[in-house]
């Protein structure tokens, strides 16, 4: 990569003698314009995980420091085994190969980092998830340790502080750790804990992304997404630059993960990342422009809620207008806080709103079964089948009931995993009335009145609004 950067003169934009310019100066778009060439090239040489660990960060300098910090140990796992490069011959002690060409071993070297980590917790006690391989659980008598990890970035869950910190010096003792101490940050987001419970924002993520677009001063929004403005593949003139829509929803992506309300809009803009138009680049924008007033906003997580788990199912048929194919909503409540959420275009065409709606409950119901996995490998028991709240009786019907068969018979096998749910009391069909329908929000661009009333029942707060 060094030798790769030297040669198209970009080595400045890693090894910091290249000097970022103020945003009101007139070099300012050709540095950012660069800058995202090198982060191009560094995110295409490192494997998928990687890439996604990295994605928030503004510049290749930050990147290119961190990749640094992860692999430079000398205890980092070989990946290539010289003496088979040189013929299979026994090399003699302390024998040293001169290359003749490089090894790219950071694709190979974060797979045998986690390996490696994960052997060592297994070797203490600790039980892998079934449902998270990342996600790492202990339980000793009254003493509960939980480790999640993230490439090399490591979080610690425990109501025993004497086990963390016999952990973190065991761990220290293997690895070279750095102890952040209690948990403020970790990738991007921000938390806040109180006795009331915890919230997480990214606030200083989204100051930054409105800050590189230039909209740090602009005019709030109410709404992410005009409910009068439908978006196609074919309107307006093409962008003459593509790749700085794609990034932009690249970060954008990212943001949503506490910022469910910009769930459908990023979603529906992402589908244009291909051949993005100029009615594309302005939707995106408009994104910016209501995070700019909800710069702050993020998900509550109380700590006396209950652990019975919701979901709201719902669908917008025949939505995209390019393929015709309907638009899937769901959102899952644990107690009164809101844990997942998706919205995504369905795989194929559905002949009914009926059998959209079906399809998004059997995506919903998926979730839970992965959730309710995740739960039990935490140790914590859903006796109670989790409810299902969706707006379509005919949905319901076909769910509870098998005899409907030619309404159901051209409908996909995998989508009947609702109702083999409900015989096995998982899950319990519940109709709701579309106005109370929370799901709706990831669905469709809505009116600013009706996706406020719904953003207030979903637990979000703005911390750092002072109203």
């Not at 640094?68 to 085994?81: K, L």
């Not at 610690?156 to 293997?174: H, Q, R, V």
């Not at 979730?367 to 739960?375: A, D, G, N, V």
């Amino acid at each position: 990569m060094i030798v790769a950067l030297t040669a198209k003169n970009k080595l400045g934009f890693i090894d910091n003698s290249i000097d970022q310019p103020r945003p009101d100066d007139l070099l300012y778009g050709s540095w950012t314009r660069c800058n995202s060439m090198v982060i191009s090239w560094i995110l295409n040489s490192v494997s998928r995980d990687i890439a996604d660990s990295l994605m928030y960060m503004p510049t290749a300098r930050e990147m290119w420091i961190d990749i640094h910090d992860r692999f430079h140990e000398s205890n980092a796992p070989r990946v290539y085994q010289i003496e088979d490069a040189v013929g299979g011959g026994s090399l003699p002690p302390q024998a040293v190969c001169k290359l003749h060409k490089s090894l790219y071993g950071l694709k190979q070297a974060s797979r045998q980092w986690f390996a490696k980590f994960s052997s060592t917790l297994l070797s203490i006690g600790f039980s892998q998830s079934h449902a998270d391989n990342s996600l790492f659980v202990k339980v000793r008598h009254d003493v509960v340790l939980v480790l999640l990890v993230y490439v090399d970035d490591i979080v610690i869950a425990t109501n025993d502080e004497g086990a963390a910190s016999e952990l973190k010096l065991f761990l220290d003792n293997k690895f070279k750790l750095k102890d952040l101490g209690k948990l403020k940050y970790f990738l991007g987001i921000e938390v806040a804990r109180s006795s009331r419970g915890i919230s997480i924002c990214q606030r200083n993520y989204a100051m930054n992304l409105l800050t590189e677009a230039g909209l740090l001063g602009c005019k709030p929004r109410s709404t992410p997404m005009d409910a009068n403005i439908k978006l196609t593949q074919d309107d307006g003139d093409m962008l003459p630059d593509p790749s700085s829509y794609r990034r932009l929803i690249g970060r954008l992506l990212y943001l949503t993960v506490t910022r469910p309300d910009l769930a459908f809009a990023v979603n529906r803009l992402s589908q244009y990342v291909s051949k993005p138009r100029i009615p594309h680049i302005e939707a995106a924008l408009n994104i910016l422009r209501y995070v700019k007033g909800t710069v702050g906003q993020g998900l509550f997580y109380g700590s006396n809620s209950d652990l019975k788990i919701k979901f709201f199912s719902d669908a917008d048929w025949g939505a995209c207008l390019d393929t015709r194919r309907s638009v899937t909503g769901y959102c899952v409540f644990l107690g009164e806080s809101m844990i997942s959420w998706r919205a995504k275009k369905q795989h194929t065409v559905s002949r009914s709103s009926a059998e959209a709606e079906y399809r998004s409950m059997a995506a919903a119901t998926c979730e839970i079964l992965w959730i309710r996995s995740l739960l039990t490998d935490l140790g914590v028991t859903c006796d109670a089948p989790a409810t299902l709240f969706c707006d379509s009786q005919a949905a319901i019907h076909i769910a509870s009931n098998p005899v409907f068969h030619e309404r159901t018979k051209h409908i996909d096998i995998d989508c009947h995993v609702v109702r083999e749910r409900v015989q096995q009391g998982i899950v319990k069909l519940m109709h709701v009335s579309s106005t109370q329908q929370l799901a709706d929000l990831f669905t469709k661009a809505l009116m600013a009145s009706r996706f406020h009333s719904l953003l207030s029942k979903m637990g979000m707060q703005n911390i750092h609004d002072s109203s």
